[in-house]
T-cell receptor
Framework: RKEVEQDPGPFNVPEGATVAFNCTYS??????FFWYRQDCRKEPKLLMS???SGNEDGRFTAQLNRASQYISLLIRDSKLSDSATYLC???????????????FGQGTELSVKP | NAGVTQTPKFQVLKTGQSMTLQCAQD?????MYWYRQDPGMGLRLIYY???????DKGEVPNGYNVSRLNKREFSLRLESAAPSQTSVYFC???????????FGDGTRLSIL
């Protein structure tokens, strides 16, 4: 089983749609959670951190369920510019024998159409 | 505001050649990382340096070596390049290990 699993997509949605991405992780000791965005042939860019209480940044809302080891990202009112691959990322920075690595999911591709 | 700078951006090598990929960050981050990204595989950690003076293996370290030259710079060396090392290589840095990382533009490496 992969440490971080995502639906690879692609998700094809019209402009203005609401789209949700899901992610599960296997290491219950994980302590840091992020969503990254990667445009074609470009570097990944940090979109937002994910906190247990849930957090929102404009049209983007991230949720974390530690009990179910599940992370989600909701994008409201999709724009053409939202087209990209969204990477779910899980890390542990307090467990030194694990080296504090980030584990990246393979990503979910989103294509927003006019 | 450079962030993380990688050089070169593109490189073609012949099997058996050696080369060093350079990475520098100007954010005073403690931790630095090297990843490779292949189609269908996602990002895989090659080596990382939690702080200046330390380096550790990641998921796929074979065929690579690293040097944390100082707090700013973290280089990746291929001693004897193989076609299986054809990939896009990303360097990243973070304030502390396990925190959100900032990535360089990537180095596209082809080995013939």
């Amino acid at each position: 089983r992969k440490e971080v699993e995502q639906d690879p997509g692609p998700f094809n949605v019209p402009e203005g749609a609401t789209v949700a991405f899901n992610c599960t992780y296997s290491n219950s000791a994980s302590q840091s959670f992020f969503w990254y965005r990667q445009d074609c042939r470009k570097e990944p860019k940090l979109l937002m951190s994910v906190y247990s209480s849930g957090n929102e940044d404009g049209r983007f809302t991230a949720q974390l369920n530690r009990a179910s080891q599940y992370i989600s990202l909701l994008i409201r009112d999709s724009k053409l510019s939202d087209s990209a691959t969204y990477l779910c990322v899980v890390g542990s920075f307090m467990i030194y024998n694990q080296g504090g690595k980030l584990i990246f999911g393979q990503g979910t591709e989103l294509s927003v159409k006019p | 505001n450079a962030g993380v700078t990688q050089t070169p951006k593109f490189q073609v090598l012949k099997t058996g050649q050696s080369m060093t990929l350079q990475c520098a960050q100007d954010m005073n981050h403690n931790s630095m990382y090297w990843y490779r990204q292949d189609p269908g595989m996602g990002l895989r950690l090659i080596y990382y340096s939690a702080s200046e003076g330390t380096t550790d293996k990641g998921e796929v370290p074979n065929g690579y070596n690293v040097s944390r030259l100082n707090k700013r710079e973290f280089s990746l060396r291929l001693e004897s390049a193989a076609p299986s090392q054809t990939s896009v290589y990303f360097c990243a840095s973070s304030e502390i290990k396990g925190a959100g990382q900032h990535f360089g533009d990537g180095t596209r490496l082809s080995i013939l």
